[in-house]
């Protein structure tokens, strides 16, 4: 009797350790294979791809205030939309941005990568926007002889990231003073610095009211913070227009960071410049396509599109909806954290962190 009592009890003990273990080693291998949402097939930001490959125009990038071009091929389409695509200080090399550019290339639209430095320090600030405006030119003068396709000059966004969106914001609202072509919409990513007194504006009370216009701030960047963003989205004359919050988002060792450098995406095979200063080569060793480029970034971008060229899809780029705001969905179920969407200018307290707090969304 007290042999069997002690054997069931030693049984009872291993068998619960042996779940223990179980637990742990299953829960370890599940917590191991987590990855993050995928690039959905179709839609914003989706790889429902219609062209398979990309003709690229380089010849004119040699120096500052040139420009690269970027069609889309496989097939050729007969007419595209234009992408203006203003990189940030630093990353004149569009491998930075390259998935980027092949995604909305591969969508159907041409895409003009103006080249503003032609070093890291070369030319100094006052030259940026001179530069950017040089590029932007010759682009659509090298457009309108173009034979392979029609470009479609009436349907023009302008887009770019870090000093390139302020660049973006300022060309937006002085289009007719620089000469340059009015953009039906505008998306300005993590835009900055305001400190830097080129392409400075008081307020943006001057962007015409028809132009549509999304402002992205990472919720983690600790490059530029936000400061510049909510001056634009704040003070910007356009009618509709929503401020984004790209929050950070992290499960089991697996992290979206909100962080400064989430829009770029390498791609090598765009790699147009041999020597890399610091920023393009920490850009090589950080940026890849991920969860918050297909949801965030590459979405809205797709979305401003569709919604202001063929007034399509606009519940994905604005109005705080459901599909605006998805992220997509971990694989163990779980949904990433949502973008945050304000309608209204927000106005924090002061802080003295460069990303300030921002109060709940609409």
């Known amino acids: 009797m007290i042999t069997n009592y002690i054997l069931m009890n030693l049984l009872k003990r291993?068998?619960?350790?042996g779940l223990v273990f179980y637990f742990t080693?299953?829960?370890?291998?599940?917590?191991?294979q987590l990855y993050m949402p995928e690039q959905p097939e179709s839609g914003p930001g989706g790889k429902d791809y219609k062209h398979l490959s990309i003709d690229v125009v380089a010849e004119h990038a040699k120096k500052a205030g040139g420009f690269w071009l970027y069609y889309p091929a496989s097939p050729t389409p007969d007419s595209a939309n234009i992408?203006?695509?203003?990189?940030?200080?630093?990353?004149?090399?569009?491998?930075?941005?390259?998935?980027?550019?092949?995604?909305?290339?591969?969508?159907?639209?041409i895409v003009i990568y103006p080249r503003y430095q032609q070093k890291l320090l070369k030319p100094l600030l006052p030259g940026f926007v001179d530069n950017a405006v040089d590029?932007?030119?010759?682009?659509f003068e090298y457009l309108e002889k173009e034979e392979k396709l029609t470009p479609r000059f009436e349907n023009i966004i302008y887009t770019g990231h870090s000093y390139g969106g302020k660049i973006a914001a300022y060309l937006t609202v002085n289009y007719r003073e620089y000469g340059v072509p009015k953009p039906k919409a505008l998306l300005a990513n993590q835009p900055g610095l305001i400190a830097f007194k080129a392409a400075k504006l008081k307020d943006y009370t001057k962007m015409d009211e028809d132009i549509k216009l999304l402002v992205i701030i990472g919720a983690k960047d600790k490059i530029v913070g936000d400061n510049l963003g909510l001056l634009i989205f704040n003070t910007a004359g356009a009618k509709q227009k929503n401020l984004v919050i790209q929050p950070q988002d992290k499960r089991y060792g697996q992290e979206i960071d909100g962080s400064h450098d989430e829009p770029c995406a390498i791609d090598e095979q765009l790699d147009a410049i041999k020597r890399r200063n610091y920023v393009t080569r920490a850009a090589f060793r950080r940026c890849e396509s991920d969860v918050a480029d297909f949801y965030c970034y590459w979405k809205l971008l797709d979305a401003l599109i569709d919604c202001s060229f063929n007034n399509e899809n606009c519940e994905y780029a604005?109005?705080?909806?459901?599909?605006?705001?998805?992220?997509?969905?971990?694989?163990?179920?779980?949904?990433?954290?949502?973008?945050?969407?304000?309608?209204?200018?927000v106005y924090p307290n002061k802080s003295k962190r460069k990303n300030r707090k921002i109060g709940k969304p609409d």
Do not use: C
């Open 25 to 32: 080693i299953t829960t370890s291998l599940s917590f191991g």
């Open 135 to 139: 590029g932007i030119k010759s682009a």
């Open 14 to 17: 291993f068998t619960s350790i």
């Open 83 to 109: 992408v203006v695509f203003i990189p940030g200080f630093g990353v004149p090399n569009p491998a930075v941005y390259g998935k980027w550019i092949k995604h909305l290339v591969g969508k159907g639209n």
């Open 318 to 345: 604005f109005g705080n909806t459901y599909e605006q705001t998805y992220m997509g969905v971990w694989s163990d179920g779980h949904a990433a954290e949502p973008l945050r969407i304000y309608k209204e200018p």
